[in-house]
């Protein structure tokens, strides 16, 4: 039974998956864009989801727990001073993922994952 196993594994083991996801949320911070593949877009919208909601509260508790998510100040800082004012008065979906079509190699589909 799959009950209570609302997140996809994607084929990684626990340590890999949180490491890909948190270097994930770090590009789209830093860049506002990243592109991968659909599924792996769809987990880091919701970790980056996540971590911009915590970041709204812009208290010292929250900067430090999304500190102890993303471990890179500079991202960090970025959140707190420019992204998280733009999302103020906006009460959830940050973000949005655009489906780009199918990868050559292997026909993964690929899209992009950005802010809104």
Do not use: W
Request: positive net charge; proline residues 3%; charged residues 35%.
């Amino acid at each position: 039974m799959r009950h209570r196993k609302r997140h996809s594994r994607l084929n990684r083991s626990m340590e890999h998956r949180e490491a890909m996801l948190c270097n994930m949320t770090i590009s789209l911070i830093t860049h506002e864009r990243i592109r991968s593949t659909i599924p792996k877009l769809k987990e880091a919208r919701r970790y980056a989801e996540k971590l911009i909601t915590m970041a709204k509260k812009n208290d010292q508790a929250a900067r430090r727990r999304v500190f102890s998510y993303l471990q890179e100040p500079v991202a960090v800082d970025k959140l707190f001073d420019i992204i998280v004012p733009r999302f103020a008065e906006r009460s959830g979906g940050y973000t949005r993922v655009m489906r780009t079509g199918f990868r050559k190699g292997d026909a993964a589909e690929v899209g992009i994952l950005e802010l809104v």
